[in-house]
């Protein structure tokens, strides 16, 4: 041997799946299983018995190394290949919500409504900036996309023309209360095949906590009644419930279980708050604690289900089983600014739909088109992980520092890591890389029947 060797932590992460040991590789987000040979090299890499085409190997893997150095490079931004395009067609919004993070968010009657001609604008500029994307995405959203319901059906009209002329197929989506669904709207929604995603917080009382109208009322039962119609008459896409947990509520299997399985969903998300503008409604530290702990225990009802070939549609879950079984390597947290960029009523380019309306410069507009350089500014600057501590962290390509709005509502600094989820997400990925040894090892399967077809048809 003709140097000391060490153990590189950062490439790797050792876990166990039962009587497995098991090591996930950081540099390819990929998952082995040890033999007895290559545990017993990583316990004591210098003994003398210790092969060394194993260590050779691992050298490769850079798992280990002969060289005390470190060596960190910050990824090449290269193209931006823009193939979603947020439109935040409405500030307006006809509820009031207590913790809406909206910096835009306007009452029904002050909304700011976008027009046809920037919507237009803003395919015109997707389609030039990015024209070799095998398929393109137009969100809906605002305030409550539903109050500018005309705009969406003639940008709907015009995508489906213009893609079509270009032999590329085009999805649509949006998120919504819920409140203003009619028979009309399902239909078109059907028609279209627009994805749809409801904000429901669960069971009445929790739901009613925050939901609430501009006049103070709770919204949990003609939600129910506009979603139970939704869910009889439109089978299109699946459609998903996405639950924000603010302080005092972390029951998250109550709330699956009651979503899931007595309102009829087929996925439900949790969001928590824990950098909201009103600190009244942020999770504290415990309660943040709590909620971890919940996830992990509906995350156990999922791999038990999974190895029957059940799925529960716990998406939080699916999401972290998806990125280890397709070996997600992000560089960055998220696509805003790569993938996707938002649109607002006026024009603006924002780096997604949670900064529209704040202090956040803008990146470019429809009508002088997108800011490339300040893009590829802004997210050099997050790919550069010296001196934050990403670059020496297991889970960094799974989570590459956090969402940009929560850095910038919580340290008013986008690009600042989440730090005060950084232990709870180091413990999430683990549980999920157990959950996700055990599944394969029980039942392969699942993972190739919902884990491996999910990225294409979301």
Known sequence: MNSVVKIIPQNSHRFRDGEREMLFHVPTSS???????????????????????????????QI?????????????????????????????????????????????????????????GSIEMLIAESPDQPRYNL??????PLTNMPLI?????????????????????LTTNATMLTPEIVDFFQQHRIGVAISMDGPETIHNKNRITVGGQGTYHVVRRKVDYLLQNYNARPVGA???????????????DHLKNEVGFDEVGFAPVTSGDVSDYNLPEDELQQVFDNMKALGQRYIDAACNNINIGFSNFHQILTDI?????????????????????????????????????????????????G????????????????????????CSGGCYHESYARYNDPQ????????????????????????MRENPEFIARVIAPRRGTQ
């Open 325 to 373: 079984h397709e070996g997600t390597k992000k560089a960055l947290p998220c696509g805003a600014g790569v993938g996707m960029v938002a649109i607002d009523h006026a024009g603006g380019v924002n780096l997604c739909h949670r900064f529209t309306g704040s202090d956040l410069p803008l990146f470019g507009s429809v009508s002088s088109g997108l800011d490339t350089d």
């Open 31 to 61: 998952v082995f299983e040890l033999d007895q040979a290559s545990s017993a090299a990583l316990e004591s890499p210098n003994a003398s018995d210790v092969d060394e085409a194993l260590l050779d190997d691992f050298q490769a893997l």
């Open 153 to 173: 059906k003639e940008v709907v009209a015009y995508a489906e023309h213009r893609f079509e002329s270009l032999g590329k197929p085009v999805d649509f989506s």
């Open 64 to 120: 280990v190394g002969r060289d005390s150095s470190e060596k960190s490079t910050i990824p090449d931004i290269g193209d931006l290949p823009l193939a979603t395009l947020v439109l935040n067609v409405n500030t307006g919004c006809n509820l009031s919500c207590s913790y809406c993070y909206k910096e835009d968010l306007d009452t029904p009657a002050n909304s700011q409504r976008m027009s046809f001609d920037t919507a237009k």
């Open 375 to 398: 893009l590829k500014a802004f997210l050099s600057e997050r790919l550069d992980r010296a001196d934050k501590g990403c670059n020496t962290c297991w889970i960094r390509n799974l």
């Open 416 to 439: 600042q890591p989440t730090y005060h989820y950084c232990d709870l997400m180091r413990d999430w990925i683990d549980f999920a890389l157990q959950g996700y040894a055990r599944i």
């Open 242 to 256: 996405r639950v924000t947990l603010t302080k005092g509520t972390t029951d998250i299997e109550a709330i699956w």
């Open 139 to 144: 969100v809906f959203f605002g305030g409550e």
